[in-house]
């Protein structure tokens, strides 16, 4: 089966400017994630869909982040407008949706994003 | 919330030997322990996945234990070779996904 899919691989903008990266799940994964991986640390959940709904957003810079998952397949992550501090890779992964409880997740190969 | 730690943060062996990768949580009420491997420029591959009512799970030369009583999983990989250099994280699956910052290993040839 087809992986995630993530575009654009790469991105650099200036401060202050707006980024928007798209990601496509595996077809039939009901549950999608956007991660922030900033150089030497962990993924940072940001946001979590469930088929077009949102289980947590908790962890998004809602002032300046904003994601939809229109019809429950594919995914936009918006940044509007950049800090110096949002560079980073931005993670897409998804999974099925099992028991309630959530799956393996497959992530896609990041967008790699730099603020100047 | 949940805090998980994984140790070394970096780990440098020859080609052969057996190694241990650590990772630690402070909530035990957990889903699950997911480990991955992530290699430079690249996203995150599944390794393996153990649910909180499971104990151990192996594939090939990788094995997956988990004490949600001690807040610890071990990742433990056997014969190591140059082509296991790559970053391994753990996540702990709660109300969301709590990663790790990962362990860098480096084998030699």
């Known amino acids: 089966e087809a992986g995630v899919a993530q575009s654009p691989r790469y991105k650099i903008i200036e401060k202050r400017q707006s980024v928007a990266f798209w990601c496509n799940p595996i077809s039939g994964h009901a549950t999608l994630y956007w991660y922030q991986q900033i150089l030497g640390q962990g993924p940072k959940l940001l946001i979590q869909?469930?088929?077009?709904?949102?289980?947590?957003d908790s962890q998004l810079p809602k002032d300046r982040f904003s994601a939809e998952r229109l019809k429950g397949v594919d995914s936009t992550l918006k940044i509007q407008p950049a800090k110096l501090e949002d560079s980073a890779v931005y993670l897409c992964?998804?999974?099925?949706?099992?028991?309630?409880?959530?799956?393996?997740?497959?992530f896609g190969p990041g967008t790699r994003l730099t603020v100047l | 919330k949940q805090e998980v730690t994984q140790i070394p943060a970096a780990l440098s062996v020859p080609e052969g030997e057996n190694l241990v990768l650590n990772c630690s949580f402070t909530?035990?009420?957990?889903?699950?322990l997911q480990w991955f491997r992530q290699d430079p420029g690249k996203g995150l591959t599944s390794l393996l996945l153990?649910?909180?009512?499971?104990r151990e799970q192996t594939s090939g030369r990788l094995n997956a234990s988990l004490d949600k009583s001690s807040g610890r999983s071990t990742l433990y990989i056997a014969a190591s070779q140059p082509g296991d250099s790559a970053t391994y994280l753990c996540?702990?699956?709660?109300?969301?996904?709590?990663f790790g910052t990962g362990t860098s290993l480096t084998v030699i040839p």
């Open positions: 996540a702990a699956t709660g109300n969301q996904f709590y």
């Open positions: 909530d035990s009420a957990i889903y699950n």
């Open positions: 869909f469930q088929n077009n709904g949102v289980v947590d």
């Open positions: 992964a998804s999974s099925r949706l099992r028991g309630g409880f959530t799956d393996t997740q497959y």
């Open positions: 153990i649910q909180s009512s499971q």
